[in-house]
């Protein structure tokens, strides 16, 4: 089984930390909050007093950070001075396109092979170990980390070269958030017209208005019982986690000269509902705010 280092045990590093852990791989893990770090020990990974002693003989290295200037930083201060070199490096974090081919590149100088290989599938699939991964990076540096992503996922896709996988992510995740509004949207219609939410279900989870974010996570309480609009959008995915990744498809979008006039909007309207003191609730209780209230 490899050594592996883990390094930012929050709420999707924490259950991925412990089910490889559970899969018998030796993981040397460390966060900058202790709490993290001790239950990540109780789910059977070893304490590591900084990020640098985590990598010190580690074979592969694994980091699910909040953003591209914490993974620039650890890259820069803690992973690449300390590994060994032949060390496969996965951030899974989900950071903007250059951080992620600027990393890699520090890497591939240093002789490490690395991938980005950010995820969705939120906390209920880190701890399931139902994960996608979206993958950038050689053949050679994907073919050795597929079985270790195996053990955190269900699904694995191999997006292109180092960076595609954040690429992947981002439009994935702008198409959920304007798809969420477009649905909320059709429900705040039909609200007003006098036409129940669950017939407009009905009806548009077997036409062609169907799409995730309605027939997964309904955002009125009803329909889809598993949905945080049942639990008073209770994330879930919280509305700042769509807004940073609205904002970095932006980035992106206006680094590469795409129009993406719906993701523009979509950003701009998660902005104000974040700023109304929404920031930690569920993404599609932006229906709330649409809805006037
Ligand atoms: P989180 O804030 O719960 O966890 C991040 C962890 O990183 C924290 O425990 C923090 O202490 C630690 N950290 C920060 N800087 C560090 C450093 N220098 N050294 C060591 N540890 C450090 O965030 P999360 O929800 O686990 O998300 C992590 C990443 O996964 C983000 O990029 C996010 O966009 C992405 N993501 C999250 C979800 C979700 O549903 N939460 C879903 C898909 C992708």
Redesign the pocket.
């Known amino acids: 089984m490899a050594k592996i280092a883990f390094?930012?045990?929050?709420?999707?590093?924490?259950p991925m930390a412990a089910n490889l852990a559970k899969a018998q791989h030796h993981v040397t893990a460390?966060?900058?909050?202790d709490a993290?770090v001790k239950t990540a020990v109780e789910k059977g990974a070893h304490k590591a007093a900084s990020?640098a002693e985590a990598v010190k003989g580690a074979e592969i290295v694994v980091t699910?950070?909040?953003?591209g200037k914490?993974v620039r930083?650890?890259y820069e201060k803690?992973v690449l001075p300390n590994v060994a070199k032949g060390t496969l490096l996965i951030d899974?974090?989900?950071?903007d396109v250059d951080s992620a081919r600027h990393v890699a590149a520090l890497a591939d100088k240093a002789g490490m092979e690395m991938i980005d290989a950010?995820?969705?599938?939120?906390?209920g699939g880190?701890t399931a170990g139902t994960l996608t991964f979206m993958v950038g990076g050689d053949d050679g540096a994907f073919g050795k980390a597929r079985p270790i992503l195996e053990k955190m996922g269900k699904n694995i896709v191999h997006a292109g070269a180092s960076g595609n996988g954040q690429a992947a992510?981002i439009c994935n995740n702008m198409i959920l958030g304007i798809s969420m509004i477009a649905v909320s949207e059709g429900f705040m219609l039909a609200k007003r017209l006098g036409l129940d939410a669950q017939k407009l279900f009905d009806v548009a989870s077997t036409s062609s208005g169907s799409c995730w974010s309605l027939v997964n996570y309904c955002p009125v309480p009803g329909p889809v019982p598993a949905s945080p609009a049942n639990r008073d959008y209770q994330?879930?995915?919280?509305a700042a986690?769509m807004l940073?990744?609205l904002m970095l498809a932006q980035q992106a979008a206006n680094a590469a000269g795409a129009s993406t006039p719906l993701g523009a909007e979509a950003a701009q309207l998660f902005n104000l509902f974040v700023n109304s003191g929404n920031a930690a609730k569920d993404f599609s209780g932006i229906i709330r705010m649409l809805d006037g209230k």
């Open positions: 390094i930012g045990l929050g709420n999707m590093g924490g460390f966060d900058l909050s993290a990020a699910m950070l909040p953003a914490h930083e650890v803690d899974c974090s989900t950071i950010p995820v969705s599938g939120g906390v880190a992510k994330a879930g995915f919280t986690m940073k990744d």
